[in-house]
């Protein structure tokens, strides 16, 4: 099945700076879901992303789809502490989703 | 609150045992979908159904097993428990396949000792 590579692992932020989180798959991806995952929490859907180079932005958090939808991004700007957690990108084949191993965002206030 | 609820939310058993984790989508949702997610392995596809029909299976032990009933409701049982299944289950459910967002449930944290 499809597998998405996430890189970092882990990022520890400045309040304040921007920081970019990113998925790779080696085959191409019909779509890219992104969910995010709070410190106890549960996965929450963010958005999904379906087109060649396509790009969305929610807020202070802009989704992009590489143009040969092999690989995604996530970008945040100006970190807040709310942004904590745990992101996800998950690929969908044959009714199912695999997950990413997640980036785990802390942030130094 | 995604809609999605499961039960029980935490789990104490021993090796050799056998649990049900219960799960409702949400009102309108035909698919389910259960996961595991533990430290080392992150967030792992078990199984699908929809509308009461298994349609996708992902790394599920053949310890493991689950249903979705007419009603929808999904049951995902766990039997010949060892330690290494400890772990917090999540449900998911969508309006369709694996194209739809999910909504996770809360998660049921199992402890096998």
Same mark, same amino acid.
Not at chain 1, 6 to 26: A, K, M
Not at chain 2, 48 to 72: M, V
């Given at each position: 099945? @499809?597998?998405?590579?996430?890189?970092?692992?882990?990022?520890?932020? !400045?309040?304040?700076?921007?920081?970019?989180?990113?998925?790779?798959?080696?085959?191409?991806?019909?779509?890219? @879901?992104?969910?995010? @995952?709070? +410190?106890?929490?549960?996965?929450?859907?963010?958005?999904?992303?379906?087109?060649?180079?396509?790009?969305?932005? !929610?807020?202070?958090?802009?989704? !992009?789809?590489?143009?040969?939808?092999?690989?995604?991004?996530?970008?945040?700007?100006?970190?807040?502490?709310?942004?904590?957690?745990?992101?996800?990108?998950?690929?969908?084949?044959?009714?199912?989703?695999?997950?990413?191993?997640?980036?785990?965002?802390?942030?130094?206030? | 609150?995604?809609?999605?609820?499961?039960?029980?939310?935490?789990? *104490?058993?021993?090796?050799?045992?056998?649990?049900?984790?219960?799960?409702?989508?949400?009102?309108?949702?035909?698919?389910?979908?259960?996961?595991?997610?533990? $430290?080392?392995?992150?967030?792992?596809? $078990?199984?699908?159904?929809?509308?009461?029909?298994?349609?996708?299976?992902?790394? *599920?032990?053949?310890?493991?097993?689950? !249903?979705?009933? +007419?009603?929808?409701?999904?049951?995902?049982?766990?039997?010949?428990?060892?330690?290494?299944?400890?772990?917090?289950?999540?449900?998911?459910?969508?309006?369709?396949?694996?194209?739809?967002?999910?909504?996770?449930?809360?998660?049921?944290?199992?402890?096998?000792?």
């Amino acid at each position: 099945g @499809q597998q998405v590579m996430q890189i970092p692992q882990y990022q520890h932020v !400045q309040e304040g700076e921007d920081f970019t989180t990113y998925c790779n798959s080696s085959t191409t991806l019909s779509n890219i @879901q992104w969910y995010k @995952q709070r +410190p106890g929490g549960h996965p929450v859907f963010l958005i999904q992303l379906v087109k060649s180079g396509e790009v969305k932005k !929610q807020k202070r958090l802009t989704f !992009q789809f590489g143009e040969a939808k092999k690989n995604s991004s996530l970008h945040i700007t100006a970190t807040q502490t709310t942004d904590v957690g745990t992101y996800f990108c998950a690929a969908s084949e044959n009714y199912k989703l695999s997950f990413g191993a997640g980036t785990t965002v802390t942030v130094r206030a | 609150d995604s809609g999605v609820t499961q039960t029980p939310k935490h789990l *104490i058993t021993a090796t050799g045992q056998r649990v049900t984790l219960r799960c409702s989508p949400r009102s309108g949702d035909l698919s389910v979908y259960w996961y595991q997610q533990s $430290l080392d392995q992150g967030l792992q596809f $078990l199984i699908q159904y929809y509308n009461g029909e298994e349609r996708a299976k992902g790394n *599920i032990l053949e310890r493991f097993s689950a !249903q979705q009933f +007419p009603d929808l409701h999904s049951e995902l049982n766990l039997s010949s428990l060892e330690l290494g299944d400890s772990a917090l289950y999540f449900c998911a459910s969508s309006g369709g396949g694996g194209n739809h967002e999910q909504y996770f449930g809360p998660g049921t944290r199992l402890t096998v000792t």
